[in-house]
């Protein structure tokens, strides 16, 4: 069965503070993508990989960077939270035009 | 650029047919999907059509098409509380590689 897994499902933390969001898919998918979702927004793209060590933007990335030294796993840094930067994040992945999967989100509060 | 609109509430009665829409800008998208989200989950994969068909069935789920005047839409058949949820249409752009392009959502209330 297909799995994305993200390592919370809810977060507390100080602005300021830097923060790790991990993603980890077992399809062996190439692509792997950040979106944070808003009430009224929708989701907004904030980076995605289409291979190991490799990024590209998305539509949002200011204040984010993203870290992926395996094929599996892909990693949103948070170098200095900042309380606009509370949100729903959704961890996705995919190869060629199959479909996205998604995980289960991490809801992250920024005090 | 590249948009997706849909409307951002619908309410029915439980028993009737749901219908939610849906259009797009991308004349080159090669594939519509329609993504299920419900209350603090993520979100998961309900159907989706390639688009050279007009329709696409699946048990109580009917995807049409309209290409020419790029309009999706997604009916529920008998909708049951269960369906409550924000239900996603999402276009295959032709810019970047493997992004989908997201409508902000469209919250189904389904009343007993």
């Known amino acids: 069965d297909v799995k994305v897994t993200q390592s919370s499902r809810y977060l507390v933390k100080r602005t300021g503070e830097k923060v790790f969001l991990e993603c980890v898919q077992d399809?062996?998918?190439?692509?792997m993508f950040w979106y944070r979702q808003d009430p009224g927004l929708g989701l907004r793209l904030i980076y995605f990989?289409?291979?190991?060590?490799?990024?590209e933007k998305g539509d949002i990335p200011e204040g984010y960077s993203v870290s992926r030294e395996k094929k599996e796993r892909f990693s949103l840094i948070l170098e200095s939270a900042s309380t606009n930067q509370t949100s729903m994040y959704l961890c996705?992945?995919?190869?060629?035009?199959?479909?996205?999967?998604f995980g289960p989100g991490t809801r992250l509060t920024v005090t | 650029g590249e948009d997706v609109e849909q409307s951002l509430f619908l309410s029915v009665r439980e028993g009737d047919s749901s219908v939610i829409n849906c259009t797009y800008t991308?004349?080159?998208?090669?594939?519509l999907y329609w993504y299920k989200q419900e209350p603090g989950a993520g979100l998961q994969l309900l159907t989706y059509?390639?688009?050279?068909?007009d329709m696409k069935q699946d048990q109580r789920l009917t995807v049409l098409l309209n290409k020419k005047d790029k309009h999706l839409s997604l009916r529920i058949a008998d909708t049951q509380t269960g369906d409550s949820a924000i239900y996603f249409c999402?276009?295959?752009?032709?810019?970047?590689?493997?992004?989908?392009?997201f409508g902000k959502g469209t919250k189904l209330s389904v009343k007993p």
């Open positions: 990989s289409y291979d190991v060590k490799m990024k």
């Open positions: 399809m062996d998918h190439e692509n």
């Open positions: 059509i390639f688009s050279n068909m």
């Open positions: 996705a992945s995919d190869v060629g035009s199959d479909p996205l999967f």
């Open positions: 999402a276009e295959l752009g032709g810019g970047s590689q493997g992004n989908l392009i």
């Open positions: 991308d004349s080159s998208s090669t594939y």
